[in-house]
């Protein structure tokens, strides 16, 4: 079965519910960001359903998608560069 993600490396493409970190070295990449925002949503929505929707209604719409990155990044761990490996 072939993936959207093929031939690029995993790490980092997929930010998973887990991760707290965000990497500026990937920070241009669509992927990543999608990633990233998706996960740091789902670890949101378990205590906080309504700030999941909240965040996530902006993301979808498109108009303000920087406030909702800068809102997230802000309770994760920043990293300069990109994953190891």
């Known amino acids: 079965m072939n993936s959207v993600f093929e031939g690029r490396a995993a790490i980092g493409?997929?930010?998973g519910y887990d991760a707290e970190v965000f990497y500026l070295g990937l920070?241009?990449?669509p992927a990543y960001v999608?990633?990233?925002v998706?996960?740091?949503l789902e670890r949101?929505?378990?205590d906080d359903p309504d700030g999941e929707g909240f965040f996530r209604d902006?993301?979808?719409e498109g108009d303000d998608r920087d406030f909702?990155?800068?809102?997230l990044k802000s309770g994760v761990e920043i990293r300069p560069g990109r994953p190891p490996g």
């Not at 909702?68 to 809102?71: I, K, R």
């Open 13 to 15: 493409y997929d930010h």
């Open 27 to 29: 920070a241009l990449d």
């Open 34 to 36: 999608e990633g990233f």
């Open 38 to 40: 998706e996960g740091a």
């Open 44 to 46: 949101i929505g378990e």
């Open 58 to 60: 902006i993301w979808e």
């Open 68 to 71: 909702v990155l800068e809102a």
